[in-house]
């Protein structure tokens, strides 16, 4: 079993950028596939990016295609979430997730971090 701890979050105006860490314990993570999503209080958790175990295949929702890009080094066991051009509606609680695919559904994934905030001023 993965586990997950995101880091990086934080306060920053509309505009600046932030890069999330995503950091993973366990011998299988060269072997998932880890994705980012986001959940506001009181909505459902919202797919950001995935990127397969080996990070030749990435995907991203519609709203972030170039704005944030998603890597991974597997020699640090960490996956990160390059985030561009802020606004306020960016203001979330940004998770990783850990999968045996990536995917834009919650429920491929096994394994969820505590999720790190990101605020978004304007």
């Known amino acids: 079993q993965v586990q997950l701890v995101e880091s990086g979050g934080g306060l920053v105006q509309a505009g600046g950028s932030l890069r999330l860490s995503c950091a993973a314990s366990?011998?299988?993570?060269?072997?998932?596939?880890m994705g980012w999503f986001r959940q506001a209080p009181g909505k459902e958790r919202e797919f950001v990016a995935a990127?397969?175990?080996?990070?030749?295949?990435?995907d991203y929702a519609d709203s972030v295609k170039g704005l944030f890009t998603i890597s991974r080094d597997n020699t640090k066991n960490t996956v990160y979430l390059q985030m561009n051009s802020l606004q306020p509606e960016d203001t979330d609680v940004y998770f990783c997730?850990?999968?045996?695919?990536?995917?834009?559904?919650?429920?491929?994934?096994?394994?969820w971090g505590q999720g790190t905030q990101i605020t978004v001023s304007s």
């Open positions: 997730p850990a999968g045996p695919s990536g995917s834009v559904s919650v429920r491929i994934y096994s394994a």
């Open positions: 366990g011998r299988t993570f060269s072997r998932v596939a």
């Open positions: 990127i397969s175990w080996g990070g030749t295949i990435t």
